[in-house]
């Protein structure tokens, strides 16, 4: 799915993703990852299933508004325990697929939010 490139002023814009892959400012990045306007981080999740209290503890330490955290295809939900650290900072998140969680992040990106989206990109099936 290709999404149309907004112009703004943020550095990280993601252009297309499929189902293995997200391009962001022409790079394809085929890992999991955490994009905010102004960074861009590896983000060493394998899949939804080793998600970790650190993994979240990564996200908060980002100081973000509110993380959009793109599941994969379908829309999958941690556990409380695992998002203890983003409601503890009164963080806002939401899970979503990785298309929807894409779209969003394009939109509170171009409306100049603190957003950061956590995209777990599982390349072995």
Known sequence: ???HLNSGNSTYQIQSINSHSVTINEKVYSHSLIVMPESLHKWNVE???TL???HFQQLCALQPEVV???TGQKIRFPTSDLLAPLIN???GIEMMNMRAACRTYMILMAEGRKVAAGLLINNKG
């Open 47 to 49: 899949n939804f299933e």
């Open 68 to 70: 959009l955290l793109g």
């Open 1 to 3: 799915m290709k999404l």
């Open 52 to 54: 970790n209290i650190t």
């Open 89 to 91: 900072e009164g963080i």
